[in-house]
């Protein structure tokens, strides 16, 4: 059976809240926010984006007074905007209905959190959520959108994600890549498209669309882990698999990130009939010449190709080099590889 079930992306909105964008979407990042069609301020002064989003970092997150997942984001919600008081904006906008979410409703829901829901709240006309929520194709709440100073959104999800913050800090600190964001949202998209093929067995159409997403995101390692099981298990085509890893090898060799993602996955396999130790050294010795000197994780995926084959004399030399150029959060586990390189070679002398 396959390992990497392509259907762990499918998304559960009714279940978690959190909601997924297909590839049909007429909003996505990049594009510019609509503007705001509020019925009524609840809580906090008006924003109108037109105006306004030049002046700070804006969050529009839809949610509704039913929905226990919004319950969960709003204490989250609340931290982000005492946070980030002075960069960012979070605006609550939820769509009154005659059901459980009527004004009289919201308004009691945000009146009884008073200050532990500290964020703008706005009652929406129903423009709002059909230009943001339908028109992204977002299919589940509570959902958010960051829009930046140029009243573009640059990321939308679960505010339940950790994510969220995450984006923030960089939005604020200037170091937030939107076009890498953008690739990222196609992939993801695509790949919840391929979750339909998974499901009906039909391999050969998730492994074409496989290898397009790895067009667009070299790196993505789940992208290759499930390239790798598909060729391995349901198609029986190894051959297939080692014809497409050559050519990606010589299209993104210069890709120092990719290649020891490749590398890694090449000998990831248990069944060692099934790794590819020359593809695999040449994926490795492809990174560390991108990194050679400067990045701790390509020098020490270099050092374990090299170990993989069993030259295990350059490899513990490699190792130490990893070791004095490693950062704080990744010392430990480089060291302790050389620790097991050494191992190795102390058990290899007992036994000539």
């Known amino acids: 059976m396959l390992t990497f079930r392509l259907t762990l992306l499918l998304c559960l909105p009714a279940l978690i809240g959190v909601a997924c964008s297909p590839a049909s979407a007429e909003l996505g990042i990049g594009d510019r926010a609509p503007s705001l069609s509020v ?20 969050v529009v997150e839809f949610w509704a ?6 319950k969960m984001s709003v204490p989250l919600l609340t931290d982000l905007q005492k946070k980030f008081k002075k960069d960012v904006v979070i605006i609550g906008v ?5 059901g459980r979410n009527t004004p009289s409703a919201i308004r009691g829901f945000v009146k009884e959190r008073g200050d532990a829901m500290g964020y703008t709240v706005a009652i929406d006309t129903g423009k709002t959520t059909e230009s943001y929520m339908v028109a992204s194709g977002a299919m589940g709440i509570p959902h958010a959108f960051i829009i930046d100073k140029e009243g573009k959104i640059v990321w939308q999800g679960s505010p339940l994600e950790p994510e969220l913050e995450g984006v923030l800090t960089r939005m604020v600190s200037g170091t937030y890549d939107v076009e890498a964001a953008k690739v990222e949202q196609e992939v993801n998209q ?19 669309g496989l290898t397009e997403v790895m067009k667009l995101d070299p790196a993505n390692g789940f992208a290759l882990e499930a390239l790798r099981d598909i ?5 029986d085509d190894t051959e297939a698999f080692r014809k497409w890893v050559d050519a990606h090898l010589k299209t993104n060799k210069n890709n ?15 069944d060692l009939s099934n790794r590819y130790p020359d593809l695999a050294l040449q994926a490795a010795k492809a990174a560390y010449d991108q990194g050679r000197q400067r990045e701790a994780s390509s020098i020490a995926i270099y050092a374990r190709a090299l170990y993989e084959i069993g030259d295990l004399d350059r490899a513990i030399a490699l190792q130490q080099d990893a070791v004095a150029v490693a950062g704080e959060s990744e010392r430990d586990e480089i060291r302790g590889a050389l620790e097991y390189y050494r191992q190795c070679k102390a058990l290899q002398a007992t036994i000539r």
């Open 190 to 208: 695509r790949l919840d498209q391929l979750n339909m093929f998974a499901q009906l067995g039909q391999w050969r159409n998730v492994w074409d």
């Open 94 to 98: 939820t769509e009154a209905d005659a």
């Open 256 to 270: 120092g990130r990719a290649m020891r993602v490749l590398a890694a996955t090449l000998w990831g396999t248990g």
């Open 65 to 70: 007074v039913w929905c226990p997942p919004c």
């Open 231 to 235: 060729a391995i298990q349901e198609l």
């Open 39 to 58: 019925l009524e301020w609840v809580k906090g002064a008006p924003v109108d984006l037109s105006r306004d989003a030049k002046k700070r970092i804006h």
